[in-house]
């Protein structure tokens, strides 16, 4: 059946799938869950909104009482989208061709290029007298435009519109790592990282509206982290900057079997002097070590309390303790096994062996979730569950 679907972009397909497996997360699989995992309590706090009685509860971002997301003339009439966002309106950035809208400067200003309509201006007003013709009462408010008109308007009314939409990039990751840009699934950029981990970029011509960028980096040593997505709007004539971005830390487990007792090393590249995580399973408690300056951690690993005999997962991230706020997210799930049977430690999210990861693997997986179904636990730790989805993701083809 999966012939049929016709997916030309391999960013839009993971991003699809993200959503797709979330919605089968909280109404099927939780149905499924067993008694086994009962353990395990998640404390929530529950609260209750109405969107359309005209107040503005934390967690909506409007609610004008009627909600009804249609096109609005101007800021202040405005009409909210079911309590999540505005409707589309002059005054909101971006230009509504369908609506007629000729430009959208972001505002409902006349004399700046754009009126009060979001239509282009032209001919425009000068301050003070002009040389027009202002008959018997003196100097006229119109005239030829010049030094003292609207700046760059030409002789005959006509404006050359200079504003320009680009787009700026910052962000960190580890000193001296290459990092690709993906846009749609494609390579958009590739940057390094500078001895400080810092990386910056810039883009110009962009396309206003809302847009998906992803980024993952590799280390000098070649490990790959997994991918960081942000999605943001992109103003138009204006200059949009995105910073911020933390890029996960690189994460590989050496050897990726061992016998029970022994020890084992967990390695990568992370954010310089920051405080690396590794936990190892469901451990609530994780190991934890500091990044050197050059961005490269190590954690050696006593493997005496762990299951013998089976498969286990080590994930990891960062955190300043200097600045609590700033903590990445979570490396590339990776497994290793604890023992001396001959098994296989490579991953393969080929589920079908037909040579490429794509829906028909994903099928297979959600078919099996919540399993012991050897063919679909990707990382061989007795079930199929996130770690397994999240490796599936990682090694996705298309």
């Given at each position: 059946m999966y012939d049929t679907l016709h997916v030309n972009s391999r960013w839009f397909v993971q991003i699809s799938l993200v959503l797709s497996f979330y919605l089968f997360v909280f109404f099927y699989i939780g149905a499924r869950t067993d008694?086994?995992?009962?353990?395990y309590i998640a404390t929530t706090t529950v609260s209750l909104t109405v969107c359309g009685d005209s107040i503005v509860a934390p967690s909506e971002f409007?609610?004008?009482?009627?909600?009804?997301?249609?096109?609005?003339?101007?800021?202040a009439t405005r009409n909210c989208s079911s309590c999540i966002a505005w409707g589309q309106y002059c005054g909101d950035g971006v230009i509504q061709p369908f609506e007629g809208e000729e430009c959208d400067d972001g505002n409902n200003t006349a004399g700046d290029y754009c009126d009060v309509s979001c239509q282009n201006e032209s001919d425009p007003v000068t301050e003070g007298g002009g040389g027009g013709s202002g008959g018997?009462?003196?100097?006229?408010?119109?005239?030829?435009?010049?030094?003292?008109?609207?700046?760059?308007?030409?002789v005959d009314g006509g404006i050359e519109y200079l504003g320009e939409t680009n787009l700026n990039i910052a962000g960190r990751a580890y000193p001296g790592a290459t990092i690709t840009v993906l846009r749609?699934?494609?390579?958009?950029?590739?940057?390094?990282?500078?001895?400080?981990a810092n990386f910056t970029f810039s883009l110009t011509e962009?396309?206003?509206?809302?847009?998906?960028?992803?980024?993952?980096?590799?280390?000098?040593?070649?490990?790959?982290?997994?991918?960081?997505?942000?999605?943001?709007?992109?103003?138009?004539?204006?200059?949009?900057?995105?910073?911020?971005?933390?890029?996960?830390?690189?994460?590989?487990?050496?050897?990726?079997?061992?016998?029970?007792?022994?020890?084992?090393?967990f390695a990568g590249s992370a954010l310089p002097s920051t405080k690396v995580q590794a936990y190892v399973d469901k451990a609530d408690k994780p190991e934890e070590?500091?990044?050197?300056?050059?961005?490269?951690?190590?954690?050696?690993?006593?493997?005496?309390?762990?299951?013998?005999?089976?498969?286990?997962?080590?994930?990891?991230?960062?955190?300043?303790?200097?600045?609590?706020?700033l903590k990445s997210g979570y490396s590339l799930i990776t497994n290793f096994y604890v023992g001396t049977r001959d098994v296989g430690t490579g991953l393969t999210a080929d589920l079908n062996n037909d040579g490429v990861v794509n829906l028909t693997d994903f099928?297979?997986?959600?078919?099996?979730?919540?399993?012991?179904?050897?063919?679909?636990?990707i990382n061989k730790d007795g079930s199929v569950s996130l770690p397994d989805f999240s490796i599936l993701l990682f090694y996705w083809t298309g």
């Open positions: 008694s086994a995992q009962a353990q409007c609610d004008d009482g009627t909600n009804s997301g249609l096109y609005a003339f101007s800021i018997s009462g003196g100097g006229g408010g119109r005239g030829t435009p010049g030094d003292d008109g609207i700046p760059d308007a030409s749609d699934g494609e390579v958009e950029r590739v940057v390094e990282a500078d001895s400080s962009q396309t206003p509206g809302i847009t998906t960028l992803g980024f993952w980096a590799a280390d000098r040593a070649g490990r790959r982290s997994i991918t960081y997505a942000a999605t943001f709007q992109v103003v138009q004539n204006a200059v949009t900057t995105l910073s911020g971005i933390l890029i996960p830390p690189t994460l590989t487990v050496t050897p990726e079997k061992a016998p029970q007792g022994t020890a084992i090393s070590t500091l990044a050197s300056t050059n961005g490269e951690w190590t954690i050696s690993y006593d493997t005496t309390k762990l299951t013998n005999e089976a498969f286990h997962t080590v994930k990891a991230n960062y955190i300043d303790e200097d600045n609590i706020q099928s297979i997986l959600l078919f099996n979730w919540n399993t012991t179904n050897a063919v679909a636990d």
